[in-house]
């Protein structure tokens, strides 16, 4: 009899969520785990386990497994490794699938996190039925899944789809953990926000309730908690962030003409104070063929259903 269930693994740099997913794309259990908590990646994998078992043993033990997926940043769906993430507290090469299969005596699959949010969305959320279209993901980074003509593209090494570490300041860029200077990730990021949050209160006199905070712990929460008070200097550091994720947008509607642009992860849950700014960025700078016809869409799955149901999708292929 086939085996019914699959693992997906969703692993960020702030944290890990995971859960079993039947044939229908239910998630029957789920959980998650710190993932700056394990520097020792073997630890991390240890922590995975002690997490994932009970829910295993509510739907009958591993025999009733079919394999894992995990969607991760750096992934590399042909080696199914994680290579030089600057986001996890793990550097060089982690032969993460390997691992995977030695812990859970499970077939085991990797992809890039956000190729797995694409493959969640196109099955289940907003792009169901699209074949062109990309989603980038707002979390602890920034992260695409590029789509043409219904696959996913890898490159030819498997790392095709790094829109967050294209250069969108090309002068007096923020440095980035990739070692590079302006991408696009240290602006647009949950971690960009923050960061244009302080650079704001240290560098201007602008009133903001934002100055009571102790400036080295904001968070975009923050930022957006502000915003939706009326706090005018944290409306304005998001409509700054839209329109450069607007104007990154531009660029990559130029190579490869999707139907739609799906923003996922915790920026997007600000709703209108972003994806306006989005929009009117994208339209300002996109190439008049294109002005108005590219649909800019918030996902309609949960942030954690989305990557987790993607990346258990692999687990169905899995070796």
Not at 11 to 31: R, S
Not at 57 to 72: D, P
Not at 208 to 223: A, E
Request: some cysteine; hydrophobic content about 40%; glycine content about 14%.
């Amino acid at each position: 009899m086939e085996k019914p269930y699959v693992i997906g693994i969703d692993m960020g740099g702030t944290g890990t969520k995971f859960g079993i997913v039947d044939t229908k794309g239910t998630i029957l259990g789920q959980g998650s785990i710190a993932t700056p908590d394990y520097p020792e990646i073997n630890d991390y994998i240890d922590a995975l386990y002690e997490g994932l078992l009970p829910l295993i043993e509510e739907v009958g033990g591993f025999s009733q497994i079919r394999g894992i997926g995990i969607g991760a940043p750096n992934g590399n769906f042909y080696k199914s490794s994680i290579e030089f993430a600057p986001n996890l507290p793990w550097k060089g090469v982690i032969q993460l699938g390997d691992l995977l299969k030695a812990k859970f005596q499970l077939p085991s699959a990797v992809t890039n996190d956000a190729n797995a949010a694409a493959i969640g969305e196109m099955t289940y959320g907003v792009a169901r039925g699209m074949k062109n279209f990309i989603i980038i993901t707002l979390g602890t980074g920034v992260g695409s899944g590029i789509v043409i003509n219904g696959d996913l593209v890898y490159g030819h090494d498997g790392f095709a789809g790094e829109l967050g570490h294209t250069t969108i300041r090309r002068t007096n860029g923020r440095l980035c953990g990739c070692g590079k200077k302006g991408c696009l990730e240290t602006y647009a990021s949950a971690t960009g926000v923050a960061r244009t949050a302080r650079e704001i209160i240290e560098t201007s006199d602008e009133k903001s309730s934002l100055r009571s905070l102790d400036i080295d712990k904001i968070t975009s929460k923050d930022v957006y908690d502000a915003a939706i008070a009326g706090d005018s200097v944290a409306a304005e550091i998001f409509r700054t962030t839209g329109n450069i994720l607007g104007e990154a947008f531009a660029d990559f509607v130029a190579f490869s003409a999707p139907e739609a642009i799906v923003v996922f992860g915790g920026l997007a849950q600000a709703g209108e104070l972003i994806m306006k700014p989005i929009r009117e960025g994208l339209d300002n700078n996109v190439l008049p063929l294109w002005r108005g016809k590219i649909k800019v869409l918030p996902s309609e799955l949960k942030a954690s259903d989305a990557a987790i149901l993607g990346a258990g999708a692999l687990g169905w292929e899995a070796k």
